[in-house]
């Protein structure tokens, strides 16, 4: 008998719905506002109620207890109009009504590795990915710790073979493992003589520089898409220097020294010191030193040591060095307190089924017995039995990471965790994959958490995901961690040279870190200027197949003049502080890949200039005989101060006598053209260029202008810090070069 009245009943839905329920579709259904124009505050409920107007009678009625409501969003801001589920008769019906605008089917739309690729603007079949054929015939060398060679971002389905220059081996016990796509794996001694990675990050680089399209890449679900690396027709060669706990630097310089050897065209090295070092006595510029002169761009991380100044390691002039920043996709995670007070963070975390149970919350610093242990959620530290079924309050850092405080306190018995961020940090916030429900949210909101911890004796809170969220209007912003300028070695070169996406990039991974355990198809989030580099070497990889002769100098410059100073919402980049973010945090400004392959002007730096340049940083004969492998005498050199080398950015320490430089600019865009200059000067700063009009005939055609820096106030206070820029316009072309002045 139940049986029948549920067929009867299923019967009579039929009935009344011109289509079962499997002919449901989400219509987004735009109208025009009502009437009355609504404004006031509680106008919402109007809104509520004016669109459920449009809908037919017939969906209060449900054919199952568990059918999804038929108004799945109202939108209030975005447009006039509401989300729902209906039938094309439904929808037919509904255009009758007064006010109807339209109803379009919902599209899903693709979503782009890390969403990276997309995010700096390179799409399939046009603009530099089709300029470039996708980096076709490049190889992007990667010193890092290995590579898991399995994985389908490795596949070499539609890749050419190696061009003839190459030159690299895949080391005897792992020749099976390498392809079209996969052509060098080498291995060096901390790496106990196998490339493959068991750490994760140079599986993670290698993807993120030129990994193969791979449909249906996500982390629990999240950036669910396709994976792809900036450069796919890109070559890899992996030269393994490093374990998780470090790089050897005598692995790095015989890699490199390999790698030159080899044929790369690119090197990318997410690695380096805590801080800028003499570039004589830095492997990592030495190494580049001998890359750059045989035509290698190398792609350095700029460190993970900001938001403090003078933090920027990988600085010496040859190498470009990158810095990091977040991208317009969030990970969206909420933390809801007993008060109703909400607070966003971000997770890469995302359960299987919805819950929204309140647990209690336990302070895993609070009361602890030992400070530098607990409060971090390190293992072992967690021996408090109140923390089982409660969500615990961890503090970031103590040398514990992220991953590990997760596991500390699921094994401790806690069902969730809060990770409160530094000060320093400000709005910046990491997604990692965790094994409990948990999320990172900033200090300031942490300190708010536990003032409501403090204000009851029975603090609740709940942890709801959003995932993927696409959009951030104030995008790109800079990273807290990303290393600050200026040079401590080099004071006179403007460092970092570029921002890229840095934070929470999804990626290649070794294995799965949500434990699914029957798929190849891993990959993970994580942050750091380790992941901006490769985005910069694929995009220097794209640069150098459109542009075959340009020298490692040009593709830098390239990618400097033409970066981007404003975001997505065109006003100027912000950093961590959400206040505008200085030239020592963002160098010439975030990388704008369809831009720097058509940049006009560039900046060569010829590499005879930079004897004089060493001889003037007061090294010694022997100092910058190391460098140049050769006997140098600066006794008999005509040595030149740091700004003068040929470089597309001045940084200047400015007192009262006034600075001239010159800089020498080629033309690579129209053969017959001409440029004006235009100068926004530092506070405090006159900015005169001599000529102010560039008229070229031909191609590869050079000119020179000379600029002169002169301090118009005597009122700053000791090394203010004063930023502004000079720009030479064409018809078709824009080519920018940051100041940065030291007022003294």
């Excluded at 409501?69 to 989300?83: C, D, E, L, Q, T």
């Excluded at 985005?535 to 830098?556: Q, R, Y």
């Excluded at 009122?715 to 072309?733: E, Y």
Aim: proline residues 6%; hydrophobic residues 35%.
């Amino acid at each position: 008998m139940g049986f029948l009245k549920i067929l009867l009943f299923c019967i009579f839905c039929t009935f009344l719905w011109p289509s079962i329920q499997s002919d449901l579709e989400t219509y987004i259904v735009q109208v025009e506002p009502p009437e009355s124009q609504i404004s006031t505050q509680s106008s919402s409920l109007d809104l509520e109620s004016y669109y459920h107007s449009f809908l037919p009678k017939t969906t209060s009625i449900s054919s199952s207890e568990n059918e999804e409501p038929r108004m799945i969003y109202s939108y209030h801001n975005v447009m006039k109009g509401f989300a729902a589920r209906l039938t094309a008769a439904q929808v037919k019906e509904m255009e009758k009504k007064q006010g109807f605008v339209s109803a379009q089917p919902k599209r899903i739309l693709p979503l782009h590795t890390t969403h990276t690729p997309s995010f700096l603007g390179l799409q399939q079949n046009m603009g530099l990915w089709k300029d470039s054929n996708y980096g076709k015939g490049v190889i992007i060398g990667v010193l890092d710790t290995g590579i898991f060679p399995d994985h389908p971002s490795f596949s070499d389905v539609g890749m050419p073979p190696p061009p003839a220059k190459w030159k690299g081996l895949c080391e005897s016990n792992f020749t099976t493992k390498c392809n079209n796509k996969l052509i060098g794996l080498r291995s060096y001694q901390l790496a106990n003589s196998s490339p493959i990675d068991d750490d994760g990050h140079g599986t993670h680089t290698a993807g993120t520089a030129a990994g193969a399209f791979v449909n249906g890449a996500n982390v629990f679900g999240n950036a669910n898409g396709t994976a792809v690396g900036v450069a796919p027709l890109a070559h890899i060669a992996i030269y393994k220097v490093c374990i998780s706990d470090g790089c050897a630097d005598v692995d790095i310089l015989a890699a490199m020294d390999a790698a030159i050897d080899d044929g790369v065209d690119i090197l990318s090295i997410s690695i380096g010191g805590s801080r800028s070092s003499p570039f004589h006595n830095d492997p990592i510029a030495l190494g580049a030193y001998s890359a750059t002169e045989r035509g290698i761009l190398v792609s350095c991380s700029a460190g993970n040591n900001g938001p403090f100044s003078g933090s920027v390691a990988n600085d010496a002039p040859w190498i470009l060095t990158v810095g990091a920043s977040t991208h317009d996709r969030k990970l969206k995670a909420t933390v809801k307190l007993g008060n109703k007070e909400e607070f966003e963070g971000e997770s890469a975390y995302r359960p299987k089924n919805s819950n929204s149970t309140f647990f209690t919350l336990f302070d895993a610093g609070k009361n602890a017995s030992d400070e530098f242990e607990a409060p971090y959620c390190k293992p072992g530290s967690l021996t408090d039995p109140a923390i089982r079924g409660k969500i615990a309050l961890c503090l970031v850092g103590g040398g514990v990471r992220r991953v590990d405080k997760g596991q500390s306190v699921k094994d401790a018995g806690g069902v969730g965790m809060i990770i409160i961020n530094e000060p320093d940090d400000g709005v910046t916030k990491s997604a990692d994959a965790l094994v409990l429900p948990s999320l990172d949210v900033s200090d300031t909101n942490g300190t708010k958490i536990q003032a409501y911890m403090n204000s009851t004796l029975n603090p609740v809170a709940t942890i709801t995901f959003q995932g993927t969220i696409i959009g951030e209007k104030i995008a790109p912003i800079v990273a807290s961690f990303s290393s600050r300028g200026p040079s401590v070695a080099s004071p006179g070169i403007l460092k970092p040279d570029i921002i890229g996406p840095g934070v929470n990039i999804l990626a290649a991974w070794p294995t799965s870190v949500d434990d699914n355990k029957n798929t190849k198809y891993t990959f993970n989030v994580i942050s750091g200027t380790s992941m901006s580099c490769p985005h910069l070497s694929g995009v220097a990889a794209l640069l150098k197949s459109a542009h075959p002769n340009w020298t490692p100098a040009a593709i830098k410059s390239a990618i400097m003049t033409t970066a981007d100073t404003l975001n997505l919402a065109k006003n100027p980049i912000l950093d961590e502080k959400l206040i505008p973010a200085d030239i020592f945090a963002i160098g010439a400004g975030h990388v704008n890949p369809s831009r720097a392959n058509d940049p006009g002007l560039i900046y060569d730096t010829p590499f005879e200039d930079y004897v004089p340049y060493l001889c003037g940083l007061n090294y010694t004969n022997r100092e910058v005989g190391n460098l140049l492998q050769r006997k140098v005498d600066c006794s008999k050199v005509k040595i030149i101060p740091e700004a003068q080398l040929n470089y597309p950015s001045f940084s200047i320490k400015l007192g009262s006598t006034p600075q001239t430089y010159t800089r020498t600019v080629t033309n690579v865009g129209d053969a017959t053209s001409s440029y004006k200059v235009e100068i926004v000067s530092p506070k405090g700063v006159f900015v005169n260029v001599n000529p102010s009009q560039l008229n070229f005939s031909k191609l590869n055609q050079k000119l020179t202008y000379q600029v002169t820096f002169s301090k118009t106030t005597n009122n700053s206070n000791t090394d203010d810090v004063v930023q502004g820029f000079l720009k030479w316009t064409s018809n078709r072309h824009s080519v920018r070069s940051p100041i940065a002045a030291v007022l003294v």
